[in-house]
Nanobody
Framework: QVQRVESGGGLVQAGGSLRLSCVMTGRTFVSYARGWFRQSPGQEREVVAAISWSGAGILYGDSVKGRFTISRDNAKNTVYRQMNNLKPEDTAVYYC????????????????WGQGTQVTVSS
């Protein structure tokens, strides 16, 4: 049985930082690409960042480039996202994801989602 646990969300002021983590267990997640998506009310879910199984390939959404960093620790089945210089428009529910393969293309090929964690950035 696949277990997914996200942590690190919360309320922060604009310009602040948060670090989110996502642990997935129950299968060999080290062999699969991982990623973070977000969804705001009335908006479609969008990719924030993705990382290949080895960490050699990384993708960032245009709105977060230069502010967010994705990393993974395969020994802990964990993917992290460091978010700096947060803006009110970053307010959303953030979901971690595991892809069907070791690469994150196509971005639609997610087979496991985390439960979601709320990030709220106040102005």
């Amino acid at each position: 049985q696949v277990q997914r646990v996200e942590s690190g969300g919360g309320l922060v002021q604009a310009g602040g930082s948060l670090r989110l983590s996502c642990v997935m267990t129950g299968r060999t997640f080290v062999s699969y690409a991982r990623g973070w998506f977000r969804q705001s009310p009335g908006q479609e879910r969008e990719v924030v960042a993705a990382i290949s199984w080895s960490g050699a390939g990384i993708l960032y959404g245009d709105s977060v480039k230069g502010r967010f960093t994705i990393s993974r620790d395969n020994a802990k089945n964990t993917v992290y996202r460091q978010m700096n210089n947060l803006k009110p428009e970053d307010t959303a529910v953030y979901y971690c994801a595991s892809f069907y393969s070791g690469t994150y293309y196509p971005l639609s090929e997610v087979d496991y989602w985390g439960q979601g964690t709320q990030v709220t950035v106040s102005s």
